[in-house]
């Protein structure tokens, strides 16, 4: 059987991700259409030996469209109601519907048993939150976690491919020893803007009234509800860095039982789509250059937290354009078409 699928936000770095991804995993497209806004609409884009043309969004896009894969954004909001009354299932990477309880958000990892629930949406959470429940999952299955603390080296790959152009723009800059201008990051409708090239801004997103981001409160709120259970105690600090692509985290996790760190390799290790690669002696754990591109999740650094009773830490390192969003998007409709949903 074979679906016909449209694209929302398809010229943006999810966008693309998603169509190196269907070629990649063969999935079973019968028609596709490519949409954006305005601004991109027209533009040609050649995949699988065809020439697409990139269409403007509209709600009347989504006839005959079977499954809906939006990149994230706005757009998501404007279109997923026309989307769903057109008959489509929008599989939503923006986090308009993630926190919504009709809306099942979904790893397909950890709780693919949600999906079944949706009502036309599926939400795709946030890449920071994906990439630190990958990890969670298998020892949470083991030991019940009591208490997360997570800060993330985020890559700029994560504020689109504007975002990247301005780290590769200033890096040129600095090196030419020409004047740096500073126009997108932390955010580009944010009233200020900082350098990123050599530098960290630990601000993602916007702040909220609790004086965290709306990123650090997204991988608190979407980690409750992806592990269905409130009773973790969470907190975050989520910071940009002069990375292109994947981001890092250290993730220090307090249990309620014993994990040992053998335990705790072995149950990364046998979860799929996680890769322990965890050898200090030969200097050897994850690093962005290395996972970007790869679809599986790397941890590292796994050791005892010895100030607590029963405490691990580990290193998390995801590429969020793939596993972090357009992969686990992809994975969410394969699920579907295999279990006929
Ligand atoms: C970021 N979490 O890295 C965002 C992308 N969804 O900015």
Redesign the pocket.
């Given at each position: 059987k074979k679906y016909n699928v449209a694209i929302l936000g398809a010229t943006g770095a999810?966008g693309q991700e998603f169509l190196n991804l269907i070629e990649e995993r063969n999935f079973p497209f019968a028609e596709l259409k490519l949409l954006a806004s305005k601004r991109s609409a027209g533009k040609k884009i050649d995949f699988m030996g065809k020439e697409y043309i990139v269409e403007e969004a509209t709600d009347d896009s989504f006839e005959n469209v079977q499954i809906a894969l939006f990149a994230?954004g706005a757009a998501s909001k404007t279109f997923a109601p026309a989307a769903v009354k057109a008959g489509a299932v929008v599989i939503d990477?923006s986090?308009a519907f993630r926190m919504d309880p009709e809306v099942p958000l979904i790893v397909p990892e950890v709780n693919p048993e949600c999906i079944q629930d949706h009502k036309g949406i599926i939400a795709n959470p946030?890449?920071?939150?994906i990439i630190m429940v990958m990890a969670l999952k298998p020892l949470y299955d083991k030991a019940k976690i009591k208490r997360i603390v997570v800060s993330?080296y985020?890559?700029?790959?994560?504020?689109?491919k504007e975002?990247m152009a301005e780290l590769q723009q200033q890096a040129e800059d600095i090196v030419a020893n020409r004047p740096v201008k500073a126009e997108i990051l932390p955010?580009a409708s944010l009233p200020k803007h900082y350098q990123i090239a050599f530098n960290l801004i630990p601000q993602?997103?916007v702040f909220k009234d609790n004086l965290y981001t709306k990123?650090e409160m997204?991988m608190i709120n979407e980690t409750h509800k992806i592990l269905q259970d409130d009773t973790i105690g969470i907190t975050a600090t989520?910071v940009?860095v002069p990375v292109f692509r994947s981001?890092a985290e250290s993730v220090n996790i307090e249990f309620t039982d014993e994990v040992s760190v053998e335990e705790a390799k072995k149950l990364l290790a046998d979860f799929p789509g996680v890769t322990v690669q965890d050898n200090p002696d030969e200097m050897d754990y994850p690093m962005p250059l290395m996972t970007s591109g790869k679809n599986d999740v790397y941890v590292g650094r796994i050791r005892k937290d010895n100030s607590i009773e029963h405490g691990l830490n580990l290193w998390v390192v995801g590429d969020?354009i793939r596993k972090?969003?357009a992969l686990n998007a992809l994975q969410i409709a394969e699920y579907m078409v295999k279990n006929d949903q």
């Amino acid at each position: 059987k074979k679906y016909n699928v449209a694209i929302l936000g398809a010229t943006g770095a999810v966008g693309q991700e998603f169509l190196n991804l269907i070629e990649e995993r063969n999935f079973p497209f019968a028609e596709l259409k490519l949409l954006a806004s305005k601004r991109s609409a027209g533009k040609k884009i050649d995949f699988m030996g065809k020439e697409y043309i990139v269409e403007e969004a509209t709600d009347d896009s989504f006839e005959n469209v079977q499954i809906a894969l939006f990149a994230g954004g706005a757009a998501s909001k404007t279109f997923a109601p026309a989307a769903v009354k057109a008959g489509a299932v929008v599989i939503d990477n923006s986090s308009a519907f993630r926190m919504d309880p009709e809306v099942p958000l979904i790893v397909p990892e950890v709780n693919p048993e949600c999906i079944q629930d949706h009502k036309g949406i599926i939400a795709n959470p946030n890449c920071s939150t994906i990439i630190m429940v990958m990890a969670l999952k298998p020892l949470y299955d083991k030991a019940k976690i009591k208490r997360i603390v997570v800060s993330t080296y985020q890559a700029v790959s994560g504020g689109g491919k504007e975002a990247m152009a301005e780290l590769q723009q200033q890096a040129e800059d600095i090196v030419a020893n020409r004047p740096v201008k500073a126009e997108i990051l932390p955010g580009a409708s944010l009233p200020k803007h900082y350098q990123i090239a050599f530098n960290l801004i630990p601000q993602i997103d916007v702040f909220k009234d609790n004086l965290y981001t709306k990123e650090e409160m997204k991988m608190i709120n979407e980690t409750h509800k992806i592990l269905q259970d409130d009773t973790i105690g969470i907190t975050a600090t989520t910071v940009r860095v002069p990375v292109f692509r994947s981001h890092a985290e250290s993730v220090n996790i307090e249990f309620t039982d014993e994990v040992s760190v053998e335990e705790a390799k072995k149950l990364l290790a046998d979860f799929p789509g996680v890769t322990v690669q965890d050898n200090p002696d030969e200097m050897d754990y994850p690093m962005p250059l290395m996972t970007s591109g790869k679809n599986d999740v790397y941890v590292g650094r796994i050791r005892k937290d010895n100030s607590i009773e029963h405490g691990l830490n580990l290193w998390v390192v995801g590429d969020q354009i793939r596993k972090g969003a357009a992969l686990n998007a992809l994975q969410i409709a394969e699920y579907m078409v295999k279990n006929d949903q």
